[in-house]
């Protein structure tokens, strides 16, 4: 090459360096070709004007792992695995679960004893007492009612007197409250007076002491309590004779007296409206203390009681009612009612039932009659109450729990059904066992559980 021109060298520029010395013998041209073929790999040539350049071209071979995603995939084989291990280990040791359901052939056995019950009370079979809880709720109520008395109402006759003394030579002293009387009408006075002595002869001629005028009121009210100015009253306790006498003179008009008919509160009126106080919303407040006694407490409903701390009557008791109104009882009611606990209640039913399985080794309490308990003959006395007790129990076959259990352990469904149908009073017997895939029972007895049903003897 630097043998030829530079401008043969410039011309030569677009061809392969293996094209630039060419040699006139083919066989040394041929193999020129193939070497450069071999190791010099073809260069890419620019794209022609408005052309875009081509897709690059890779070389195809092994690819190098991603250590990261590996790293992720081995981790969760693992985490499954130990899963599933986890899974397995639970499914044959802890999960396995079964329930022996026992139906047995069951009489019944009555209760009906008389017991107190109260809240300061034990428990106790011996005594035949029961332990109560009792509730109270507050209430003021009121409630309108008619009133159906009558009565006379009206103003008593007033006025004043003046009393003259022929009776005495000395003064006389008539205290308040003596009781004066004209026309067959008695009068009161209001004051106290003092009457001078008289003077003269009773017999030819007295001058009688005349004392200041004194207030009376008529005993009684009526319009025939009205009399005029001067009308004579005798004086209780004085006597008059023939020019020997105490009496008193009217030196005004007894006037205002008054009667007429009119409504009023009676005595009978406020007892009914008290027995309509106790009796609202009687069911609404029932469940309100029944609520307060809870679930656990079994309700004695006889023992419900609404005592009242003093009716109030507006008018009040023998007062005018005015027309188009309606008298009004107020009261402050005490609303109480009591009940049984359960565990009281099993507490005395279990030892009722025991004492009369005394004796009797092959037969249980299945159940004492507790949730279908009743009380009647229910009466108050000072400490709480007297009742009947009425419950009904379920006895039979004497089959203990701990027994069933441990012969079951490790059994199947067939071997726990033949030996358990073989005992006594059991009717059937059928095992759930837990889970699906479980077919024989564990041998830890605290995965055991045992069931009774009752079957009651006709």
């Known amino acids: 090459g630097s043998q030829l021109p530079i401008g043969e060298l410039a011309a030569a520029t677009s061809a392969t360096p293996l094209q630039v010395v060419s040699v006139n013998n083919p066989a040394v041209d041929s193999a020129i070709d193939e070497n450069a073929a071999e190791t010099i790999p073809g260069r890419a ?23 990261s995603d590996f790293r992720k995939k081995l981790i969760i084989i693992i985490a499954a695995g130990v899963l599933l291990i986890g899974f397995l280990v639970w499914a044959l040791f802890f999960a396995p679960r079964a329930t022996v359901q026992i139906t047995a052939r069951t009489s019944d056995s009555s209760v009906n004893n008389n017991v107190t019950l109260g809240d300061n009370l034990k428990t106790d079979l011996v005594a035949n007492t029961l332990k109560t809880a009792t509730q109270q709720t507050k209430k003021t109520a009121s409630v309108e009612f008619e009133a159906t008395g009558t009565k006379d109402v009206g103003e008593k006759a007033t006025g004043q007197v003046v009393f003259r003394n022929c009776e ?25 007076a003092t009457v001078p002595a008289a003077s003269g002869s009773f017999l030819s001629g007295c001058n009688p002491g005349i004392s200041a005028a004194t207030p009376i009121s008529a005993s009684a009210i009526g319009t025939e309590s009205n009399v005029s100015n001067g009308t004579q009253f005798s004086v209780a306790g004085h006597t008059n004779s023939a020019g020997q ?46 609520t307060k006694l809870g679930k656990d407490v079994v309700v004695v409903d006889q023992s419900y009681k609404a005592s009242d701390s003093g009716p109030v009557s507006t008018p009040a008791l023998d007062q005018e009612v005015a027309a188009g109104v309606k008298p009004k009882l107020t009261s402050e009611v005490t609303y109480s009612l009591s009940g049984v606990d359960k565990n009281e209640l099993n507490d005395y039913l279990d030892a009722h039932f025991a004492k009369q399985l005394e004796g009797i080794k092959d037969q249980r309490t299945y159940d ?8 009647t003959n229910v009466n108050g006395i000072e400490t709480g109450f007297t009742a009947s007790i009425v419950a009904t129990a379920q006895i039979g076959p004497k089959i203990e729990d701990s027994t069933i259990k441990e012969s079951s352990k490790g059994k199947r469904y067939g071997e726990i059904q033949s030996s358990l ?7 059937s017997v059928d095992v ?12 830890d007895v605290k995965k055991i559980n045992v069931e009774f ?6």
């Open 45 to 67: 040539l620019p794209p022609a004007p408005g052309q875009l350049p081509g897709k690059v071209r890779t070389k195809s071979g092994i690819k190098v792992p991603n250590f």
């Open 168 to 192: 005495s030579e000395t003064a006389q002293t008539i205290p308040s409250g003596t009781v004066l009387t004209a026309n067959s009408i008695t009068y009161v006075t209001q004051a106290a």
């Open 245 to 290: 006498y105490l009496r008193a003179v009217a030196s005004t008009d007894v006037a205002g007296g008054s009667k007429r008919q009119a409504k009023v509160v009676s005595a009978t009126d406020i007892q009914k409206a008290t027995e309509q106080l106790k009796v609202q919303d009687i069911e609404a407040v029932k469940k309100e203390l029944r």
């Open 368 to 375: 004492n009659g507790a949730d279908k308990v009743t009380f």
């Open 421 to 427: 149908e073989a005992i006594q009073g059991v009717d």
């Open 432 to 443: 759930k066992f837990w889970p699906f895939w479980v077919n024989t029972a564990p041998n």
């Open 453 to 458: 049903r009752l079957h009651e003897s006709k």
